[in-house]
């Protein structure tokens, strides 16, 4: 089993900075990306960054520029470097990890989620 946890949320203001991080535990697979996604009130989930284990990323045009995210893959982490946070960005932030199984087919886990409060 895979476990997901996640730490670095809080409360900013804004034009301020947090640094996420979501460590995995358990058995991961060599191929596989790690993303985050965040939920405010009232919408749905969304993908904020993703990074594959060869390193290519893929942001949400609203973040782009401002937000970094990378990974440790000998500390099974992944991080999401956020500057310049506006209220916008106030969500619950989730990691995800999509993972291909040697023998096929893929699977994912969440974390639990940590509060992102930007105020103006």
């Known amino acids: 089993q895979v476990r997901l946890v996640e730490s670095g949320g809080g409360l900013v203001q804004a034009g301020g900075s947090l640094r996420l991080s979501c460590a995995a535990s358990g058995t991961i697979f060599s191929i596989n990306t790690r993303g985050w996604y965040r939920q405010a009130p009232g919408k749905e989930r969304e993908l904020v960054a993703s990074?594959?284990?060869?390193?290519?990323?893929d942001y949400a045009d609203s973040v782009k520029g401002r937000f970094t995210i990378s990974r440790d893959n000998a500390k099974s982490t992944v991080y999401l470097q956020m500057d310049s946070l506006n209220p916008e960005d106030t969500a619950v932030y989730y990691c995800?990890?999509?993972?291909?199984?040697?023998w096929g087919g893929g699977t994912d886990y969440w974390g639990q989620g940590t509060q992102v409060t930007v105020s103006s």
């Open positions: 995800r990890l999509s993972m291909t199984r040697p």
């Open positions: 990074i594959t284990t060869g390193g290519n990323t």
